[in-house]
């Protein structure tokens, strides 16, 4: 099983709607959670971290955390042509590692 | 502020070659990451230096692989002899804090090509 697990997508969906992009992690003493997106030929940044159970908004962002199920999720509401780009899920490990995921590309068409 | 600054942008490089990969991080930054992206495997951490100094290596494929940090500003990793598998960009991120706390700010990274 991998550390971290995120579907490679693409996952389309149209300008205005919700984009979900989900992620699972196998080590459960994490406690530290990231988003980071990736635009093609460009460098990851970062974007949302979260570190409690539950939702965190920022903007059209919305992280939620579900460390009982070890399930990590990020929303993007009224989804722009913009944000067509590779999401990264990231997990610190119990190592102090950041492992990140493999990513899901996500395609907003117009 | 500048970034974090990576060179060279490119490499192509033949089998058997020395390639040496430079990191210049954001000043005052304590943490410095070296990552390794491909298709198949993702971002890979390689090794981590916190105040110049090797936390974690555990990530470095082989010994062909060697990194150093030799102050604050600068970091450089080394493959001798390089290896077409060893194709993938490589990059460098910084974190303000000590220790790794998943805040990284990553450099536009360095495409090697091993024929």
């Known amino acids: 099983q991998k550390e971290v697990e995120q579907n490679s997508g693409p996952l389309s969906v149209p300008e205005g709607a919700i984009a979900s992009l989900n992620c699972t992690y196998s080590d459960r003493v994490s406690q530290s959670f990231f988003w980071y997106r990736q635009y093609s030929g460009k460098s990851p940044e970062l974007i949302m971290s979260i570190y409690s159970n539950g939702d965190k908004e920022d903007g059209r962002f919305t992280a939620q955390l579900n460390k009982a199920s070890q399930y990590v999720s990020l929303l993007i509401r009224d989804s722009q042509p913009s944000d067509s780009a590779t999401y990264l899920c990231a997990v610190m490990s119990n190592t102090d590692k950041l492992i990140f995921g493999t990513g899901t590309r996500l395609q907003v068409f117009p | 502020d500048a970034g974090v600054i990576q060179s060279p942008r490119h490499e192509v490089t033949e089998m058997g070659q020395e390639v040496t990969l430079r990191c210049k991080p954001i000043?005052?930054?304590?943490?410095l990451f070296w990552y390794r992206q491909t298709m198949m495997r993702g971002l890979e951490l390689l090794i981590y230096f916190n105040n110049n100094v090797p936390i974690d290596d555990s990530g470095m494929p082989e010994d062909r692989f060697s990194a150093k940090m030799p102050n604050a500003s600068f970091s450089t990793l080394k493959i001798q002899p390089s290896e077409p598998r060893d194709s993938a960009v490589y990059f460098c991120?910084?974190?303000?804090?000590?220790?790794?706390?998943?805040?990284?700010?990553f450099g536009e990274g360095s495409r090697l090509t091993v024929l």
């Open positions: 000043s005052g930054h304590n943490s």
């Open positions: 991120a910084s974190s303000r804090r000590q220790g790794n706390t998943g805040e990284l700010f």
